[in-house]
């Protein structure tokens, strides 16, 4: 009886290894398909990031648009965020910290006294 049972144990352990074998194997291909080489992943990142936000824009204009007003006040408001909305330009990119130089923020030293030799 104590045999059956620890063939039941080492087939199992045996099965739980090649499961993990095969979602290793699976994960890593789809990891490698959506990064794979010779991408340019802020590029990519950035005109997402654009189409998205030109998306936003058009749907809310589209939501202004849909508004009925009947005051001169409630008219201003909505050419205001309208012209607010489609004038509104993206903010210049940073350079990252790890990449910009420090020439121009850190100190630089005095220079060492002469008679220190």
């Keep these: 009886m104590l045999q059956v049972q620890e ?8 099965a739980a290894i090649l499961r993990f074998i095969l ?10 398909m959506v990064i794979r080489p010779g991408v340019d992943l802020p590029a990519a990142a950035g005109a997402v990031t ?7 824009q058009s749907a809310i204009v589209q939501q202004i648009d849909k508004t009925e007003c009947n005051t001169l006040q409630c008219v201003g408001g909505k050419a205001l965020l309208s012209a607010a909305v489609t004038s509104a330009a ?5 350079t990252p910290m ?6 121009a ?11 220190l030799g």
């Design 105 to 115: 923020t850190a100190p630089v030293p005095r220079p060492r006294p002469a008679w």
């Design 50 to 56: 654009s189409q998205a936000l030109a998306a936003g």
């Design 90 to 94: 993206l903010p210049a990119p940073v």
């Design 7 to 14: 063939a039941a144990e080492y087939r199992s352990g045996g």
């Design 23 to 32: 979602k290793s194997a699976f994960w890593l291909t789809v990891a490698f």
């Design 98 to 103: 790890q990449i910009s130089t420090t020439e």
